[in-house]
């Protein structure tokens, strides 16, 4: 359950309400886009990844920020939806470590990368972006998102290292 407070003339009045109803049908959808391109997955095509951790704010905000808040008094182990968000930041961080140990099976990633601590800071890098973008969207959420993905992974040191080989085997 999701609690929500909203402040009402100095009192604070206590909303419970179950956070899958929270525009229903739009999580249902999303979730089943997402789950459908995980079904065919292709560990070796980098952008059909970055599409299925794509963050298109457009018409959201309002969720992002009620999230963001929620996410934020949630953090107190005796709010209603604790263990909901506690629950919810282990499955993200687990599809992304899940991600990273393809990428780098399939020799895109860098191998000395911990998909624990990768997830972890993806975890960390999208919520603060994200803050940063609802108090100020100057910036394209998605592509900074996409951004951190290769650069926590090390993309470009895989790359760099093919392109090397390319060269020295060309030689």
Known sequence: ML???KHIAGEA????????DVNADDLVDAEGERAAMREGLDATDIDQLLRLI?????????RMRLFAAES????DPDHPAHEW???????????????LRQLQTAGLAHPDVDPE???????????????????????ALTEEVKRAFRTLGRFD????????EELAAGL
Do not use: C
């Not at 040191?157 to 090397?164: F, K, N, P, Q, S």
């Open 85 to 99: 968000f506690i629950r919810r930041s282990l499955a993200v961080r687990q599809g992304f470590a899940a991600m």
């Open 157 to 164: 040191l895989v790359e760099a290292r093919r392109a090397i």
């Open 72 to 75: 934020a008094a949630a953090a």
């Open 13 to 20: 009045v206590s909303l419970q309400t179950v956070a899958a």
């Open 117 to 139: 601590q990768f997830a972890r800071q993806m975890v960390a890098v999208w919520d603060g972006l994200q803050l940063q973008w609802l108090a100020e969207p100057t910036f």
């Open 54 to 62: 794509s963050v298109e704010p457009t018409g959201h905000v309002n």
């Open 3 to 5: 609690a929500i407070e």
